[in-house]
């Protein structure tokens, strides 16, 4: 008997059968747009091969000017028709099903072609839409039926109609964009037109049997956003105009509420689905920050949805049904919602990857082949680099030993789980900790490796991290001066702090200073108050009128850095504007463009441009200065003629996350 009875039954859309009730929702990789088509099917057929239920492409323009960037991947010609069947006949070749998604981005086309129902620029772009006439909508409309058409001559099961996140079919639904006053404009029947027209336009394109996925936005979380009527009128709608099965969106792209993120808890939209289900007959597919097959089980087992859509946690894992399937849950690589090697990738121009899987959208070039000779092989470091060169060695047959000095497995990621919105990595080293009880692996914890130990292996692996930078602060007696180690490990600081470096650690540390109590990524009432999130049923748009509202912070911080630039503006792309709001909100006081003189007991005493030094009181002063590589053992092995490969912070400190660190040790594990 299955653990996941609910998850793993078949359902029957239109008039395909699924073999089980997940989605693997639409994610835009950039494979498309390289033109090497076999890295497109390979990627889908390895998740087919992985037992996704049903595959949604990433979103395919209908026309140029409906492209979120000009050159976006679509299917405008008998050319693409022929590249989009190669990626067809792959799934279907390994038993799955895919639906091919038709977006059109409307004004966040990022692009000065881009149209939309009126001319309201959009906050995310820097393009004023042209307002579409009466011909103009036609022409859209009609694009898109064809697009279906062609998807469906191209070998799809049918398509996913676009209509959430503030595409285009949204941005005709509320006065926020759609000011007009002919038919397409006014009253909530006319604005709804458009996306109703669209649906049965499409079904009329492709005939009974296909597969018609309508994303419907349940929450807009932008002033002036729909109300739940609105949201029910439209999926009755959209129901009777011919989709097979509504899938859930949440929140425009220009909401300044995370919906995501790996803050935002596990499944934190659900009862909006759960809500939709009674009031239409179509399957309902849920969204939003499901991550396992556990959680997947348990929103079915209670009746909140038909189906789960999981997008990220599909790159993180191909296999991740199969495993589940297979009884081996634990080995599924956990998606931790960081954003780092996806959407941040998506948003620099880059191929998109998984910080926990590099393999991701690198199939045909990053393979794990089995070695022509098992080799003995050290690897020296427990944390990430370490954890995967260990891991993918072995699965690879060789024989590795891993050493650390600590009792435990992680190394700076057992830091990272303590920040309070960083829950994940509890996940993340569960995982590892599973993958390292693999036969080939020993462990050899609580033993700093010297390099007598390092003697007959064939390949010696240095992955040692990191040791903080001492940003060289005059310090006098009395004062109190602490590390980030000191304070994630629960070192106490007193009730007003300076955080001295503001990369990801100092904000993390700050996060952690001002927090008290529950963590609202664990209790999903506590974050919707802390973001301003109510219901449409009780506001429009779902927004709090108060807007948002979080716990008062735990003790005065200051986050500095030297740099005459705002704090925090490399962070993550996709993630660092919610770092910064979170830390304003809880009233953290950044700044930028000063220079550090001496610590005393007193406090801080810094100063700006030319000004003399001036004190800032505080009770403790945490240094978040950055990393510099920990090499002693390399740097002995070198001086002894050892041959060694040194990888992550070891080798380069700078910038270093476990992004890169987890690359890089998959790349080398892969050669060795
Ligand atoms: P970092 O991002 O390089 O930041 C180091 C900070 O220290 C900067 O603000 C820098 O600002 C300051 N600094 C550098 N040298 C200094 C000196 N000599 N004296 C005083 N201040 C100095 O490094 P990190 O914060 O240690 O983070 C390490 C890596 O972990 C980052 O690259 C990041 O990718 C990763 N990480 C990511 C996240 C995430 O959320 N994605 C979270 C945590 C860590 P000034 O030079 O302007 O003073
Ligand atoms: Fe998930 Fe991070 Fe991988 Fe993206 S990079 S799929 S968010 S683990």
Not at 535 to 540: F, K
Request: proline share 6%; net charge neutral.
């Amino acid at each position: 008997m299955t653990s996941y009875p609910h998850l793993l039954a078949p359902i029957t859309l239109g008039s395909r059968t699924l073999r089980n009730r997940s989605l693997m929702g639409s994610m835009h990789t950039g494979l498309e747009e390289t033109g090497d088509w076999s890295r497109v099917a390979a990627f889908y057929a390895a998740r087919a091969r992985g037992g996704a239920g049903l595959i949604v492409t990433g979103g395919m323009a209908p026309n140029r000017e409906g492209g979120v960037f000009p050159g976006a991947a679509g299917l405008f010609s008998d050319k693409d028709i022929a590249n989009h069947r190669r990626v067809t006949d792959a799934v279907h070749a390994e038993g799955g099903h895919i639906v091919m998604q038709i977006l059109h981005a409307g004004r966040y086309a990022y692009s000065p072609d881009c149209v939309a129902p009126s001319p309201v620029k959009s906050p995310i772009s820097p393009f004023p839409p042209k307002e579409l006439d009466e011909f103009g909508i036609e022409k859209q409309i009609a694009d898109i039926a064809t697009a279906a058409a062609r998807a469906l001559e191209a070998g799809y099961d049918g398509v996913e109609v676009m209509g959430s996140e503030g595409y285009f079919l949204n941005q005709f639904l509320v006065t926020h964009t759609n000011r007009r006053t002919d038919g397409w404009g006014g009253a909530y029947a006319k604005r709804m037109r458009l996306p109703v027209d669209v649906v049965a336009r499409t079904r009329a394109a492709m005939g009974p049997a296909a597969i018609l996925v309508y994303r419907i936005s349940l929450i807009d979380l932008i002033p002036n956003g729909s109300t739940w009527d609105e949201v029910v009128t439209l999926a009755k709608a959209i129901e009777t105009a011919g989709a097979s099965v509504l899938n859930t969106g949440i929140g425009w792209h220009e909401a300044r509420v995370p919906t995501i993120a790996t803050s935002v808890p596990r499944a934190a939209f659900a009862d909006l689905t759960a809500r939709l289900r009674p009031e239409v007959t179509i399957p309902v597919i849920t969204s939003n920050r499901i991550n396992t097959p556990e959680v997947a089980e348990g929103l079915l087992a209670q009746g909140v949805a038909d189906m789960v859509s999981m997008a990220r946690p599909w790159l993180a894992d191909e296999a991740f049904i199969a495993k589940a399937a297979a009884g081996r849950a634990a080995e599924i690589a956990p998606c931790i919602a960081c954003n780092q090697a996806c959407l941040d990738h998506t948003f620099s121009g880059k191929l998109t990857s998984c910080l926990v899987n590099p393999r991701a959208c690198h199939e045909t070039e990053l393979t794990y082949p089995q070695a022509a000779t098992a080799k003995r092989i050290a690897v020296v470091g427990a944390g990430p680099a370490g954890m995967m060169t260990a891991i993918v060695a072995a699965g690879r047959g060789h024989q590795v030993t891993l050493f650390d000095k600590a009792p435990q497995v992680g190394g700076q990621l057992n830091l990272a789980k303590q920040v309070p919105g960083k829950e994940e990595f509890h996940g993340l080293v569960t995982w590892f900790t599973s993958m390292l009880a693999a036969p080939g692996i020993t462990l050899r914890l609580g033993h700093e490796a010297s390099p007598q130990d390092l003697q007959g292996f064939d390949e010696v692996v240095i992955a040692t991290g990191v040791t903080p930078r001492d940003p060289g602060i005059p310090v006098e007696p009395g004062a109190r001066v602490l590390s980030y180690i000191d304070v994630l490990q629960g070192a106490e600081t007193g009730q007003r702090v300076a955080v001295v470096g503001a990369g990801g650690i100092g904000f993390d540390v700050a996060e952690t200073l001002v927090h008290q109590g529950t963590s609202p990524t664990l209790d999903t009432a506590l974050w919707r108050q802390e973001w301003g999130v109510t219901t449409p049923w009780a506001d429009r748009g779902g927004l709090a009128p108060q807007g948002p509202q979080p716990h008062p912070p735990a003790r005065e911080v200051h986050l500095l850095q030297r740099k005459a630039e705002k704090p925090g503006r490399h962070l993550g792309k996709t993630t660092g504007w919610i770092h910064r709001a979170s830390l304003a909100m809880k009233g953290v006081r950044m700044q930028g463009g000063v220079t550090y003189d001496r610590i005393t007991a007193e406090g801080l005493w810094l100063s700006r441009a030319d000004e003399a030094p001036q004190l800032l009181p505080v009770d403790a002063v945490v240094l978040c200065a950055g990393q510099l590589p920990e090499r002693g053992l390399s740097d002995q092995l070198d001086r002894l003629g050892i041959r060694h490969h040194r990888i992550g912070g070891a080798d380069v400190a700078a910038e270093l996350d476990a992004k890169r660190a987890i690359d890089q040790a998959a790349r080398l594990a892969a050669t060795l």
